[in-house]
């Protein structure tokens, strides 16, 4: 079935140095939609940025990702860290229904 | 306004008795869900419905139940609950049939057994 790995459980870094969160999926289907969302603290989940376009870069609110379906990949980047990027961030994945299957998340902790 | 309002916004409950959260959604969103959230394990789909008076098993909907009475009503019922089933629990809503793809999730209930 459908899956969605996100190897770093927790992600500690300085401020403002570069951000990398890793999101791989498995899925037959050729035309995925892959999703990030960021839950701050004590808030709940909400849409950061999504893509279904292969090698296009999507960008909001300082962060990017590039769907790479050749490495089924959907990694998250941003320059600088801030204090303030500090939240639990879910890659998601919808493949051929109405269904987002979530990876098990990442925690990132920015340091002063 | 908040589109998507859960309640209570914290319980505890004893073991074995019955638990009923509750969702509402001013979205006029088709899909609604519940999620539980535990560390470790990201957000897993217990129920799901897309229309009134109709819900769906996710993919852990084992020791729980579901009620859409209204598009914009979504309950989760746990007839007896368990130590197990504490967790932080949310409700979203979307509309995928119409293109859209965000989910829109709630501010979440947190449930403590005991």
């Known amino acids: 079935g459908d899956s969605v790995t996100q190897t770093e459980g927790l992600v500690t870094l300085t401020e403002g140095l570069p951000v990398m969160l890793n999101c791989t999926y498995q899925?037959?289907?050729?035309?995925?939609?892959l999703f990030w969302y960021v839950q701050h603290l004590n808030e709940s989940p909400r849409l950061l940025l999504k893509?279904?376009?292969?090698?296009k870069r999507t960008e909001h609110q300082g962060f990017h990702a590039t769907l790479h379906k050749s490495s089924s990949s959907f990694h998250l980047q941003k320059s600088s860290a801030q204090l303030s990027d500090s939240a639990l961030y879910y890659c998601?994945?919808?493949?051929?229904?109405?269904?987002?299957?979530f990876g098990s998340g990442t925690q990132l902790t920015v340091m002063p | 306004e908040a589109a998507v309002t859960q309640s209570p916004r914290s319980k505890v409950a004893v073991t074995g008795g019955k638990v009923t959260l509750s969702c509402h959604q001013t979205?006029?969103?088709?899909?609604m869900y519940w999620y539980r959230q535990d560390t470790g394990h990201g957000l897993r789909l217990i129920h799901y419905?897309?229309?009134?008076?109709?819900?769906e098993k996710g993919d852990i909907p084992d020791g729980y139940k579901a009620s859409r009475p209204s598009q914009e009503n979504f309950s989760l019922i746990l007839e007896l609950a368990s130590l197990s089933q504490t967790a932080v629990y949310f409700c979203?809503?979307?509309?995928?049939?119409?293109?859209?793809?965000?989910?829109?999730f709630g501010p979440g209930t947190r449930l403590t057994v005991l």
């Open positions: 979205n006029n969103h088709d899909y």
């Open positions: 899925t037959i289907y050729s035309n995925p939609f």
């Open positions: 979203a809503s979307s509309d995928p049939g119409t293109g859209g793809d965000e989910q829109y």
């Open positions: 419905s897309y229309v009134a008076d109709s819900t």
């Open positions: 893509s279904f376009t292969d090698n």
């Open positions: 998601a994945l919808r493949a051929g229904s109405w269904q987002l299957i």
